[in-house]
């Protein structure tokens, strides 16, 4: 898997899991589906970042996210 392909599925996982222990939280739940997701997300991003030649900035993120979009749905 490409070092930006595991970013942008990374922070999804990781904002997915964000909206999933609200919900668990609210309806009186587990939250571990919100957990699993978040390490998932977590060991996905440090895959990336481990991979990549370089380093990645803040600023570089919107622009990897629309070239991995732009490459694997257009």
Same mark, same amino acid.
């Given at each position: 898997?490409? +070092?930006? =392909?595991?970013?942008? &599925?990374?922070?999804?996982? $990781?904002? =997915?899991? &964000? =909206?999933?222990? $609200? @919900?668990? =939280?609210?309806?009186?739940? @587990?939250? !571990?589906?919100?957990?699993?997701?978040? $390490?998932?997300?977590? #060991? #996905?991003?440090?895959? !990336?970042?481990?991979?990549?030649?370089?380093?990645? @900035?803040?600023?570089?993120? +919107?622009? $990897?996210?629309? @070239?991995?979009?732009?490459?694997? #749905?257009?």
């Amino acid at each position: 898997m490409e +070092p930006d =392909l595991a970013l942008v &599925i990374g922070l999804f996982f $990781i904002g =997915l899991s &964000i =909206l999933l222990t $609200i @919900s668990a =939280l609210t309806a009186s739940r @587990s939250a !571990a589906a919100g957990i699993f997701a978040f $390490i998932t997300g977590t #060991l #996905l991003v440090g895959f !990336a970042f481990v991979n990549v030649h370089g380093s990645y @900035s803040i600023a570089e993120i +919107p622009q $990897i996210l629309m @070239s991995v979009v732009s490459r694997y #749905l257009m």
